[in-house]
């Protein structure tokens, strides 16, 4: 299905891409759900760069093959769009929406998803829904909605540890056609945000800097790029 207003997937947000650490049985779960065998409904929630929106967007991409129909609705992105944007989803087989927090709160929101949770039950359809908190400390207002947030499983991501985040770099650098030394995953990991979203985006600028200049990556070129 075309993704509604130029929201599109990242390519590389794949489970196969996804350094799991002791996210395993996070990931086994969401399979299971894609795969429309497991559950109905899934809540993720975790800090920034522990991996909630690399795993929608993995749901997304897993649902091709399996002929599966599914959307990924950030709505950090879409949020300025309206309630009125989740009428018709429910016609999907999965619907994995990110960045809940967004609309906590927000009346219309609020009964917007409720009745798309009401929809997505009658059809038979999955529904995951990811934040950076619980459902109980969401801030949502709606009771009738908070209860629906539980209906389901819900995992905490954890955050990956410092020797996972340094095979999770290296991994992403191996897919774009990059090799990172170990000396030059440690400076990353010792003189930037130890962060996995935040490295992942050193890795980004570091890789056009590269290409740019046609050098490879090493720490005097770290240095330089990032004016470490």
């Known amino acids: 299905m075309q993704l509604p207003l130029g929201i599109?997937?990242?390519?590389?947000?794949?489970?196969?891409?996804?350094?799991?650490?002791?996210n395993g049985l996070v990931c086994a779960a969401l399979e299971k759900a894609v795969s429309g065998l497991g559950e109905q409904y899934l809540f993720l929630w975790g800090?920034?760069?522990?991996?909630?929106?690399?795993?929608?967007?993995?749901?997304?991409?897993?649902?091709?093959?399996?002929h599966r129909r599914?959307?990924?609705l950030p709505l950090a992105e879409l949020k300025q769009y309206g309630p009125q944007l989740l009428e018709d989803?429910?016609?999907l087989d999965l619907v994995c929406i990110d960045n809940l927090e967004q609309i906590a709160g927000d009346p219309l929101w609020?009964?917007?998803l409720f009745h798309l949770y009401n929809r997505m039950r009658a059809n038979g359809h999955v529904l995951i829904i990811a934040a950076n908190k619980p459902p109980a400390k969401l801030g949502i207002r709606l009771a009738d909605l908070e209860s629906?947030?539980?209906?389901?499983?819900?995992?905490?991501?954890?955050?990956l540890d410092d020797e996972t985040k340094e095979?999770?770099?290296?991994?992403?650098?191996?897919?774009?056609?990059?090799k990172l030394s170990d000396e030059v995953v440690r400076y990353l990991m010792h003189h930037g945000s130890r962060n996995m979203a935040h490295l992942l985006v050193t890795l980004d600028k570091l890789d056009v800097a590269s290409l740019?200049?046609?050098?490879?990556?090493?720490?005097?070129f770290v240095k330089q790029v990032m004016n470490w």
């Not at 794949?14 to 002791?22: I, K, L, M, S, T």
Request: charge should be positive; aromatic fraction near 8%.
């Open 8 to 22: 599109s997937l990242r390519d590389d947000a794949r489970f196969e891409n996804f350094v799991q650490g002791r």
């Open 47 to 66: 800090h920034t760069g522990t991996g909630c929106s690399h795993l929608l967007q993995s749901c997304c991409h897993a649902s091709d093959p399996v």
């Open 70 to 72: 599914a959307v990924y």
């Open 89 to 91: 989803f429910d016609q």
């Open 110 to 112: 609020e009964e917007a």
């Open 148 to 159: 629906r947030l539980n209906w389901g499983m819900v995992f905490q991501l954890q955050p």
């Open 167 to 178: 095979i999770a770099l290296k991994a992403r650098a191996s897919a774009r056609g990059l």
């Open 212 to 220: 740019s200049a046609q050098r490879k990556i090493t720490v005097p």
